[in-house]
T-cell receptor, first 112, second 111 residues
Framework: DGGITQSPKYLFRKEGQNVTLSCEQNLNHDAMYWYRQDPGQGLRLIYYSQIVNDFQKGDIAEGYSVSREKKESFPLTVTSAQKNPTAFYLC???????????FGSGTQLSVL | EDQVTQSPEALRLQEGESSSLNCSYTVSGLRGLFWYRQDPGKGPEFLFTLYSAGEEKEKERLKATLTKKESFLHITAPKPEDSATYLCAVHGSSNTGKLIFGQGTTLQVKP
């Protein structure tokens, strides 16, 4: 079945540590996105990519980095510069710009 | 600035008690309004896309409608399995590649 796979499901970060969240899709979608979800708040866009080897900052990109070396993969690194990383992170993809998004099952990141 | 506001934040219904969720939006040039359902600890699941005022879409007990300022998600005779958080989001002409989300309405349906 086609879909989006996020891993791990749960992740713990120590202070000063960088951690990477994985996102893989086999839907052959061009566009991929990373959102952050905090309790009681809407999804906020971190980064998005509309094509391989290109990506743009979203509304809350500070403290995060991404790469898009393959169409299927869009990993997100939460760097030590992100002082409040505890949140639910969602990866999504779409066939093109302004199309409906398909979401992965999410990664819950917590700070030790 | 593009904005999406959902109300109420939380809604409790008895099984079979119909109601509506509201999504008010301010966007320059609507290019699509999306409804998603999200279960706890999971990613959002797509429900509907609406593009123009007057448009309606239905799926089982859910019906989404759209005006120039807001969208409603009507739930008819809900069942406990309809309990979830419902998210509304919009694409505008000025926010290329960005979907603006509301904060969601958490629905609980009691048997």
């Amino acid at each position: 079945d086609g879909g989006i796979t996020q891993s791990p499901k749960y992740l713990f970060r120590k202070e000063g540590q960088n951690v990477t969240l994985s996102c893989e899709q086999n839907l052959n979608h061009d566009a991929m996105y990373w959102y952050r979800q905090d309790p009681g708040q809407g999804l906020r866009l971190i980064y998005y990519s509309q094509i391989v080897n290109d990506f743009q900052k979203g509304d809350i990109a500070e403290g995060y980095s991404v790469s898009r070396e393959k169409k299927e993969s869009f990993p997100l690194t939460v760097t030590s510069a992100q002082k409040n990383p505890t949140a639910f992170y969602l990866c999504a993809s779409s066939l093109g710009q302004r199309e409906k998004l398909f979401f992965g099952s999410g990664t819950q990141l917590s700070v030790l | 600035e593009d904005q999406v506001t959902q109300s109420p934040e939380a809604l409790r219904l008895q099984e079979g008690e119909s109601s509506s969720l509201n999504c008010s939006y301010t966007v320059s040039g609507l290019r699509g309004l999306f409804w998603y359902r999200q279960d706890p600890g999971k990613g959002p699941e797509f429900l509907f896309t609406l593009y123009s005022a007057g448009e309606e879409k239905e799926k089982e007990r859910l019906k989404a409608t759209l005006t120039k300022k807001e969208s409603f998600l009507h739930i008819t005779a809900p069942k406990p399995e309809d309990s979830a958080t419902y998210l509304c989001a919009v694409h505008g002409s000025s926010n290329t590649g960005k979907l603006i989300f509301g904060q969601g309405t958490t629905l609980q349906v009691k048997p």
